[in-house]
């Protein structure tokens, strides 16, 4: 996970040098609108390494939001916010049982991101930003029982996202995206960050 989070980082930087005289013509461009959905998978990791925590398993995330396109000195700002959801699952020794827990909780997310093309007509394009995930409504369920985590979740997670997309035309385009939090995932232990994968679709106005 590390690895790719470098290599995508790397390439991010690459065409963002590249595109600056490529993006001139677009300073003019207008401001444009639209709706994104998405789905993926979701999980905790260890802070340090990235390798996924070995007591969890990947859960199922999904969500909707409203991003714009701004251009920005050859480049485009595009914002987006977006309500979404986080699930996993987890082994926790309880006494002398082990229970499976699945975590459930919403989130609206703000993303600042900054979107690369090497040329305005190339199909494929990066985004790498930072975002800010608020988390709304935590929840676990151990044997049919709900406990509400209010207290032990981080209310605020600070985090970056790194993905590539294709435009199907001017309006359509497919997207995947990667979000690493740095700030701990929970009050009572910072060794563990929320990643979430998604892969998504826009239709902008």
Not at 48 to 57: I, K, V
Not at 120 to 129: D, K, M, P, Q, S
Request: aromatic content about 16%.
């Amino acid at each position: 996970m590390k690895k790719v989070f470098a290599i995508i980082a790397v390439t991010v930087c690459a065409i963002a040098i590249l595109n600056q005289s490529a993006f001139a013509q677009e300073a003019n461009s207008e401001i444009k609108f639209g709706a994104r959905v998405f789905g993926g998978a979701t999980d905790l990791a260890n802070k340090r390494d990235l390798e996924l925590a070995s007591n969890t398993e990947i859960g199922f995330g999904m969500g909707v939001g409203a991003v714009s396109l701004i251009p920005f000195y050859g480049i485009y700002f595009a914002p987006e916010l977006s309500f979404e959801s986080h699930s996993f699952k987890s082994n926790e020794q309880i006494g002398y049982s082990t229970y499976e827990v699945k975590y459930e909780e919403w989130g609206l997310k703000a993303n600042l991101n900054f979107r690369f093309h090497y040329r305005e007509e190339n199909l494929v394009y990066f985004e790498v930003g930072p975002a800010f995930n608020f988390a709304l409504d935590p929840k676990a369920n151990i044997s049919g029982l709900s406990l509400d985590l209010d207290d032990e979740r981080s209310a605020i997670d600070f985090g970056l996202n790194l993905g590539i997309g294709f435009r199907l035309s001017e309006h359509h385009s497919l997207d995947y995206k990667i979000f690493r939090n740095f700030t701990g995932f929970s009050d009572s232990n910072n060794d563990l960050v929320l990643i979430a994968m998604q892969i998504g679709y826009s239709y902008m106005f």
